[in-house]
T-cell receptor, first 113, second 109 residues
Framework: DGGITQSPKYLFRKEGQNVTLSCEQN?????MYWYRQDPGQGLRLIYY???????QKGDIAEGYSVSREKKESFPLTVTSAQKNPTAFYLC????????????FGPGTRLTVL | GQNIDQPTEMTATEGAIVQINCTYQ??????LFWYQQHAGEAPTFLSY??LDGLEEKGRFSSFLSRSKGYSYLLLKELQMKDSASYLC??????????WGAGTKLIIKP
């Protein structure tokens, strides 16, 4: 079964700690994305990667970092510099070919205590 | 700036028809997507329009007018399981998706 997995589903961390969210896909997609979703708001792009070993900042990259060492994996680190990290984090991937539909993982809900 | 507008919330009755509107203003346009998102879950792809007109897919249809910067999602024979948020997203000239805040659809028996 092809798909996108994110782990964990729920994550709690103390203020001042860095935390890494996992995203893995076996769809053979070239492009991967990280979004943040807050109540009552649209999805906001954090980072995206169109090819291995390359990634670009999205609209709200401050306080986050990513890596793309393998095609299948695109982990997101939420650093202590992120002022309001509590949110629902969604990872997506797409083939990079028209119409380039994005498919989403189940999400990770991060709560900072 | 780039902007997507859709109603915050709509209510409809089981078995009825509902139309969810979306207007967009983007720098360039390369298509419009509709996604469904149940509470606490990930968005799932519903439809993609790039040419003017209506695309029908079972109980769901999506319409696009490029000249008016307007799209709608039409849901027929509503079922309780259709209670969800519906997200409209437009692809701009850089092939970046611009997302609306979503329309929460409440279905009443």
């Amino acid at each position: 079964d092809g798909g996108i997995t994110q782990s964990p589903k729920y994550l709690f961390r103390k203020e001042g700690q860095n935390v890494t969210l996992s995203c893995e896909q076996n769809l053979n997609h070239d492009a991967m994305y990280w979004y943040r979703q807050d109540p009552g708001q649209g999805l906001r792009l954090i980072y995206y990667s169109q090819i291995v070993n390359d990634f670009q900042k999205g609209d709200i990259a401050e306080g986050y970092s990513v890596s793309r060492e393998k095609k299948e994996s695109f982990p997101l680190t939420v650093t202590s510099a992120q002022k309001n990290p509590t949110a629902f984090y969604l990872c997506a991937s797409s083939s990079g070919r028209d119409p380039d539909t994005q498919y989403f993982g189940p999400g990770t809900r991060l709560t900072v205590l | 700036g780039q902007n997507i507008d859709q109603p915050t919330e709509m209510t409809a009755t089981e078995g009825a028809i509902v139309q969810i509107n979306c207007t967009y203003q983007t720098s360039g346009f390369n298509g419009l997507f509709w996604y469904q998102q149940h509470a606490g879950e990930a968005p799932t792809f519903l439809s993609y329009n790039v040419l003017d007109g209506l695309e029908e897919k079972g109980r769901f249809s999506s319409f696009l007018s490029r000249s008016k910067g307007y799209s709608y999602l039409l849901l027929k024979e509503l079922q309780m399981k259709d209670s969800a948020s519906y997200l409209c997203a437009a692809l701009d000239s850089n092939y970046q998706l611009i997302w609306g805040a979503g329309t929460k659809l409440i279905i009443k028996p």
